[in-house]
């Protein structure tokens, strides 16, 4: 019974007053309280009675007692009731029975509240009303006060139960003119900062209900522009997602509804500037659901003007009279193709497949193309649509898609389009320049040649010159200042930033910034400092020093903000002496030197001096003075920054004196600037009171000006008379810093943080050394007294007893430093023998001393009572002397490595015999091996290079006799090298060290069997590869020569990993097969590769195009090429068969070609050997199958193996005979190849002459078949076949003597048989190695033809290489684009969708689309339940019909419904109910169809489907069964043409829902027509 009428019924037979009833029901209501919260239909039986009470036709709705029962019922039941539900569970899920009750308690109040007084009213919504407030204060606060406490907000379920009690009252709130203004300022605020739950309420509850309904009499309602008006003025950042929100929550209030319904008060939002802002920000949103939202209020507004037809117009005030949006009747046509052109665009960038994407750029073109102004100076479709568009594509997941769209984008010619300049800037600073960080997009394309600049850096090149070149003057130097500072906003990895730089050099010199240029380009330089790849971080310091000096107004700078940028810039790395960027500075501060800026406390500069000489000067003054009282530094070293700044501004303008100084003065200028140097040197050992941080500060100026001043350059200029002058001034007052540096190391340092002025004074003396050996004044020289004074002090402390025990930190800083002198002293000695140090006792004493004491002595820490809080006596830290400690090892093994390189020196020189060697190290190296590897797990990864150095020493004397000790201590050494991966600086060191153990001669000479050869093996298997791209843009970097100063810098270490090989390559190219050992050694290689590919022929291992087992193939035949020359007849014919079975082998194309050639050469070599080729046809024909296709292209090439054949008849006869029946083979590319071999031998023969009844007979048949294959390039893709093959390069233009080099065996082949580009090895690296030595090469490297170098890669068996760019812009703009369907017009928002489906899922067959169901109860895989679910909500079917709900969990069901049983009814019937629901749905009015084949069932071609059908599909195997077949009103059948009996039954019910779906579309057209005509 209808629940009205139940209630009419207590209303009229109920014999006491209205409020006994009411009482009467609320008690029902609260039955079972104590057990849980009311039912929520018994609380909808009582809103149902109270709004009853309220009917005038009740006729007792004037008792005086009932507003006092309502208002117990309301405040005294439903508000306590309502303060204790919570609408959310535990997991944030929405709990329905909780849901639906307060559903139905807030629609009692709104009763109860109708049919009171208004003062119930006002008391009820009190209470949700302070909860909203307080809630949007305390949401307002979060995280805007630091250090505050986060206040605590309502529960969620609190704040959640308020909004629905004030969604239901707020139409009564509006009608009494309550608090209207005040609840939309809330429920605005909520929207702005509410959790995302709360803020989806709001916008579909609350707001919706204080606007005006259609039809509604309410005068006192808020508007939708009372609305806008305060959204607009939000903060734009991080609010934009929450104003599409509530923007796509109001589509009957916003732009102009189409329909009669629309609204008064709609709000046409299409004429705001603001709002097509919104939409714009919210189209490029990081998250889907903002971009959906925007993409459906563009949608609506587009369709709301295609149907209103009106003029509309959005005037942009910034920068240009363009508007963002306006519309015409008069333009609608093209319109409308623009915006759908462009609402496609958007809806296909949502996909990620490259596929999909590609067919857009057309038609962004085409966009492009329209925003250019018409002849009435308005564009149809405005720019920064369009940047939107990029802006998504720069944001794909995509990579490919997204480099295509960033390579289309910078091949526009932006500055040909009507882009606001200020937007366009803000652009490329950041989405494009968010693009180019992406290192693989700079990977050279593959009609590049290795070391070729990228394409993107090309692009980037072009760009950047024609934006600036073509900007406005004004947006110049803001948009390279933009440009820089997002440059150094971020970390860069080393090849972006690289690029980035080299484009900015390109753009030409103009004053652009000042000061602030410079510290932004210095925080880029700091950015690149994280790189590891050292030559690539100089390269990009070069460009950026470069950058500077073209773009800085040096009107706007000092000298001093210059030399502070040119201090960031590293002089080993980028800006080292003498490269041609050092010259290009000393020209530029030249040419400048009167036009910078003043100092700030300068004097007037005098003519006759440069302004740079005299900053020079101040320079070094200020930075020679140091405070009289050091106090609390005078412990501290000064700043190393400084000294390298000053020495390189010296320097700087000593070599611009000397160049362009009209007069020689560059050497009393560069004496003027030294004099406060060389005054302080002078007294550093006489001055008593000469403070020590001047005395530090002038040796770090030394010997930066020492390191410096040496050019890395190959070619040095005749005569450098500033590095003459400057080592004059050494040697002024080297007696001087001997003295001092002897002293301070022998006896004054005692505190750690004396440790660093050790380092220095080593360092110094390192450079003195240096300079007195390029002088020539070593022997005899004082350096002897030197160091023969500190090797005998350093061995007494070493040597010296600790009486007391306790270690004092005087006595542990001066053993490091003694420790640390000594492995000096070792250093020195062997870089210059002419110093003759072996001849010091001292030394002598030296290399007796070193492996006295233990090894690995661990330095102890010394003592610190816990009152100093961990401090040593000097007030340091006590923390880091494990950093101490590690390097007083270090320094330990540095002079153990000098004494064991020196006995294996003196072993190996027989005239050295007499070496005196302490008998530890020659009778016992494992006790020092067995300390290397302690030493290994004591020492820091970046401190282990001398320990592997003595090891490479040790290991090959212990292998045989302490192999499990040599295996330890090669596993130790591997971990150790590869804990510096990341550490470049010491990794390169370190594993060139590693290396030179493992590839010992005399360890790999063992044999794998023995556990230290499989170690070896196992080691050389692990060496690290360098990343290919960064390997690339090396070689480009190197290419570029003297044109990139970082070449001239940066010291060469060649880490090609091509390297071996080459080498490899270049040795054997240097045999000579007439040498008998050369002889035997070549036959020796030769047949180690041939068993080599026979293994891994027969081998199991994956043989696919490029794998490991391909490569190697690869290799082995191209070594084979490169020996072949030197190969003799008996040996070759020792080896045919075997060339001939690994060509009966299926091979990937670029083996193949390999070996065709390798026969190819051998028969024009050996025509003896063309007799057993003939063998190679007559194998297995099931075996070779298309391996033959080998053999018959060597034929192809039958002229270059009968070249130096004198009668060639029998051969040409032979050919023929072999070839022609393989032209009947039945597969496809064996015919191919035997017609292109027929073809060529035919040739031949005719060519020849040749004459006999053999050929009579054959030649008609020959050319019949000949002709015929002609004759199928017109059509068909057997012709194209045939044209591709002929086309293809080892049969055209390929000539296997003529190109016979190293070039096209390496590099040629490769790059044209689709093997990857790392094996791909250019002519100009063999080159550049056989440079080195003198050439006797067999072979040519440079190919001497041109035809082949110039052949493109147009393999007729690879088709379809790639999609490029190019091919994409030839597309036309009819290009079909891949797109799904977003019917946005019936689109709800997404925080409804939940309540919709539950909605629907509860109350079955309501449906608003059709009244279609779909029962499958009797089927059984989720496989096809899934795919039904699926297109059962495609199609709009009310509900699916299935035997178990559950199987909705299945993961075979969700893989194929895609989510779909979320948005559809899923409804459960067991097989057993499946009759009594079928009954039940008849009374209901529903048609029972039967998807089976009966005797009487209709054809579904001529079969009309009634509104109201329930389709059955039968089971997998049995289809219906006969029982349910009684039960159905009508069966249906597909027709069939096929043989086999039935469908899936997945797809007969889609068929059938297809076709009830399309007769249902096809009625609801006819029906409006058929209405019109009757009116």
């Not at 039940?1480 to 079969?1503: F, P």
């Amino acid at each position: 019974m209808e629940p009205l009428l139940v209630m009419d019924l207590l209303l009229r037979l109920g014999h006491g007053p209205p409020s006994t009833t009411l009482r009467e029901l609320c008690r029902w209501c609260r039955e079972g309280e104590d057990r849980g919260p009311p039912d929520a239909g018994r609380v909808e039986m009582l809103r149902l009675l109270v709004e009853k009470l309220g009917d005038p036709g009740a006729g007792r709705c004037g008792e005086a007692d009932l507003p006092s029962c309502l208002r117990d019922v309301a405040v005294g039941w439903c508000l306590p009731l309502l303060r204790g539900l919570r609408l959310e569970g535990p997991g944030g899920q929405f709990q329905e029975p909780g849901r639906r009750l307060v559903h139905s308690l807030c629609a009692l109040l709104h009763a109860c509240c109708r049919q009171a007084p208004p003062a119930l009213l006002q008391d009820i919504a009190g209470a949700p009303l302070r909860d909203l407030r307080r809630y949007t204060e305390e949401r307002g606060r979060v995280g805007s006060a630091e250090g505050e406490e986060e206040p605590q907000s309502p529960e969620l379920s609190d704040i959640q139960v308020a909004i629905e009690v004030l969604v239901k009252l707020a139409p009564l709130l509006l009608e009494g003119g309550i608090g209207a203004e005040e609840l939309l300022s809330f429920a605005l605020t909520a929207v702005k900062v509410g959790e995302d739950s709360v803020a989806s309420r709001m916008v579909t509850g609350l707001i919706p209900a204080l606007l005006p309904n259609p039809g509604s009499s309410l005068h006192k309602c808020l508007t939708v522009q009372d609305i806008w008006d305060r959204v607009k003025r939000w903060e734009r950042t991080g609010t934009v997602s929450r104003v599409l929100l509530l923007l796509s929550s109001l589509p009957q209030h916003l732009l102009l509804c189409t329909g009669d319904q629309s609204p008064p008060e709609t709000l046409d939002l299409r004429t705001s500037p603001e709002f097509w802002e919104v939409v714009q920000r919210g189209l490029v949103q990081p998250e889907n659901t903002s971009r959906k939202r925007a993409m459906y209020l563009l949608k609506r507004a587009v369709d709301a003007s295609i149907t209103l037809q009106s003029e509309i117009c959005s005037e942009y005030k910034a920068e240009s009279d363009t508007c963002l949006f306006w519309w015409s009747s008069e333009k609608g046509k093209q319109l409308i193709q623009l915006w759908e052109n462009y609402i496609l665009i958007m809806e296909t960038l949502e996909e990620n497949q490259v596929h999909v994407i590609r067919p857009i750029f057309p038609r962004l073109k085409s966009l492009m193309d329209a925003t250019v102004c018409n002849d009435r100076g308005r564009a149809p479709f405005h720019t920064s649509w369009l940047l939107c568009a990029y802006k998504r594509m720069f944001e794909s997941e995509n990579k490919t898609a997204m480099k295509e769209g960033l390579f289309q984008f910078l091949d526009l010619g932006v500055m040909k389009y009507p882009f606001r300049t200020r937007e366009l800037s803000e652009f490329i600073c950041g989405p494009v320049m968010d693009a180019i960080s992406e290192s693989t997009f700079y990977s050279r394309s593959p009609d590049q040649v290795i070391g070729s600049c990228p394409v993107l850096a090309v692009k980037l090149q072009t760009f950047f010159v024609d934006f600036v070149e073509n900007v406005a003057e004004e947006f110049k130097g803001d948009f390279l200042m933009k440009l820089i500072k997002s440059m150094a906003a971020k970390h860069w990895c080393a090849v972006p930033i690289l690029f980035i730089s080299q484009a900015l050099v390109h753009i030409p010199s103009r004053k652009t910034w000042g000061v602030e240029g410079l510290h932004a380009l210095r925080e880029v330089i700091r950015c690149t400092m994280t790189n590891h790849q050292v030559l690539l971080r100089g390269a990009a310091q070069c460009y950026l020093l470069q950058t500077a000096m073209h773009l800085t107004n040096v009107e706007k700078v000092t000298l001093s903000d210059i030399s502070n940028f040119l201090a960031s810039i590293r002089t080993e790395e980028a800006l080292s002496r003498d490269t041609k960027l050092w010259m290009e500075l000393c020209k530029w501060l030249h040419s400048n030197d009167r036009h910078f800026r003043n100092e700030e406390d300068a004097t007037e500069v005098c003519l006759k001096r440069s302004a740079l000489s005299v900053y020079i000067l101040n320079l070094v003054e200020q930075y020679m003075k140091v405070p009289v009282t050091e106090g609390e530094n005078a412990s501290f070293m000064p700043d190393w920054f400084e000294a390298q700044l000053v020495s390189r501004m010296i320097l700087l303008a000593a070599d611009i004196e000397e160049q362009y100084s009209t007069e020689s003065g560059d050497q009393k200028s560069l004496a003027a600037f030294l004099h406060p140097l060389t005054d302080v040197l002078w007294k550093l050992n006489t001055h008593a009171y000469l403070p020590v941080l001047k005395a530090d500060k002038s040796l770090q100026l030394l010997l930066k000006l020492l390191e410096t001043s040496s050019s890395k350059q190959c070619t040095k200029k005749p005569e450098d008379r500033v590095l003459n002058a400057l080592r004059e001034c050494v040697m002024s007052s080297v007696e001087q810093v001997l003295e001092y540096t002897l002293r301070r190391l022998t006896s004054e340092l005692q505190t750690v943080l004396d440790l660093d002025r050790c380092q220095l004074y080593l360092a110094v003396m390192n450079e003195i050394v240096k300079t007195l050996s390029t002088e020539g004044r070593m022997s005899g020289s004082c350096i002897w007294s030197y160091i023969s004074s500190l090797t005998q002090v350093s061995i007494r402390y070493l040597q010296a007893p600790n009486d007391n025990g306790v270690p004092k930190l005087g006595q542990q800083i001066q053993m490091v430093v003694a420790r640390a002198s000594l492995a000096w002293v070792c250093k020195i000695t062997a870089q210059y023998p002419e110093l003759e140090l072996d001849s010091l006792e001292a030394v002598k004493t030296l290399v007796r001393s070193v492996l006295i004491g233990p090894f690995n002595k661990n330095l102890e820490k010394p003592f610190c009572s816990a009152q100093d809080n961990g401090l040593l006596e000097d007030g340091s830290s006590a923390q880091g002397w494990g950093k101490i400690s590690a390097q007083y090892v270090h320094d330990q093994w540095a002079c153990i490595y000098f004494i064991l390189n020196k006995f294996e020196q003196s072993s190996e020189n027989a005239a050295c015999k007499t070496c005196e060697l302490s008998l530890t190290v020659v009778e016992n190296p494992a006790l020092i091996l067995g300390a290397c590897i302690e030493a290994l797990n004591i020492v820091p990864s970046d401190r282990v290079l001398p320990i592997l150095q003595c090891m490479k020493i040790l290991i090959p004397k212990l292998y045989r006799s302490e192999e499990s000790l040599c295996v330890k201590s090669l596993d130790l050494a591997w971990k150790t090298v590869l804990e510096l991966n990341s550490n470049q600086l010491h990794f390169w060191p370190t594993f060139s060290a590693y290396v030179k153990i493992a590839f010992h001669h005399q360890l790999l000479s063992i044999t794998g069997e023995c556990a230290i050869g499989m170690k070896v093996k196992e080691d050389k298997h692990r060496i690290p590869y360098t990343d290919g791209l960064i390997q690339a843009v090396h070689i480009h970097i190197e290419l570029l020569g003297d044109e990139c100063a970082a070449n001239g810098a940066t010291e060469y270490e060649n880490r090609d990993d091509q390297s071996v090989r080459i080498w490899a390559i270049n040795f054997l190219c240097q045999l000579n097969g007439s040498n008998t050992l050369h002889k035997k050694f070549i036959e020796n290689v030769v047949s180690k590769l041939l068993e080599k590919d026979e293994e891994l022929r027969n081998s199991k291992g994956r043989y696919y195009v490029n794998s490991m087992l391909h490569r190697l193939k690869n290799r082995i035949w191209q070594t084979l090429l490169v020996l072949l020359p030197q190969m003799d007849q008996v040996f070759l014919s020792s080896i045919i068969e075997t060339v001939y079975q690994s060509g009966l082998s299926d091979n990937q194309a670029s083996v193949k070609y390999l070996i065709e050639w390798f026969i190819i050469l051998i028969l024009q070599k050996c025509p003896e050997f063309i007799d057993s080729f003939w063998r190679c046809f007559s194998y297995n024909p099931e075996s070779t199958k298309t391996s033959i296709c080998t053999f018959l292209a060597v034929l192809v090439h039958i002229n270059v193996i009968l070249r130096s054949v004198s009668k060639k008849d029998q051969y040409l006869k032979k050919a023929l005979s072999v070839i022609l029946p393989w032209c009947l083979n039945h597969n496809f590319t064996v015919r191919l190849y035997a017609l292109l071999a027929l073809q060529q031998v035919w040739e031949a023969c005719l060519v020849s002459k040749l004459e006999g009844q053999e050929l009579q007979f054959l030649a008609p048949i020959i050319e019949s078949c000949l002709e015929q294959v002609g004759h199928k390039q017109i059509t068909g893709n057997a012709g194209k076949n045939w044209q591709r093959i002929q086309d293809h390069f080892f049969f055209g233009k390929f000539q296997p003597l003529e190109d016979y080099s190293l070039e096209t065996i390496f590099y040629i082949f490769p790059s044209l048989s689709d093997v990857i580009e790392d094996e791909w090895i250019p002519a100009w690296k063999f080159n550049r190695v056989m440079d080195l030595l003198p050439s006797s090469s067999s072979i040519n490297v440079f190919n001497p033809r041109n035809q082949i170098c110039d052949v493109k890669l147009t393999d007729w068996i690879q088709r379809d290489k790639g999609y490029g760019l190019a091919e994409v812009d030839q597309d036309t703009e009819w290009t079909d684009v891949q797109k799904k369907i977003m019917p946005w017009k019936s689109n709800i928002l997404d925080q409804d969708l939940e309540l919709i489906c539950q909605e629907r899922t509860t109350i079955f067959g309501k449906s608003s689309n059709n009244s279609l169901i779909i029962v499958a109860s009797l089927i059984d895989k989720p496989t096809n339940l899934g795919g039904l679910c699926r297109t059962s909500e495609i199609f709009g079917a009310s509900a699916l019909v299935v035997n178990n709900v559950h199987c909705v969990n299945d993961k075979q069901f969700q893989a194929l419904s895609v989510s779909a049983e979320q948005w559809l009814p899923v409804i459960e019937v067991r097989p057993a109910q499946l009759v009594e629901y079928l009954q039940r749905k008849k009374t209901e009015g529903y048609t029972i169809i039967g998807v089976e084949q009966t005797a009487n069932s209709h054809n579904l071609a001529h079969y009309s489907f009634p509104e109201k059908t329930l389709l059955l599909l039968g089971n997998e195997r049995e289809g219906i069964p006969a029982n349910f077949i009684q039960h159905l009103d009508v069966c249906v059948e597909i027709p069939q043409c096929g043989i086999i009996r039935s469908l899936n039954v997945h797809v007969s019910g889609a068929l059938l829902m297809w076709e009830y779906t399309r007769q249902q579309m096809t009625k609801q057209a006819v029906r409006p027509e058929t209405e019109t005509a009757q009116k």
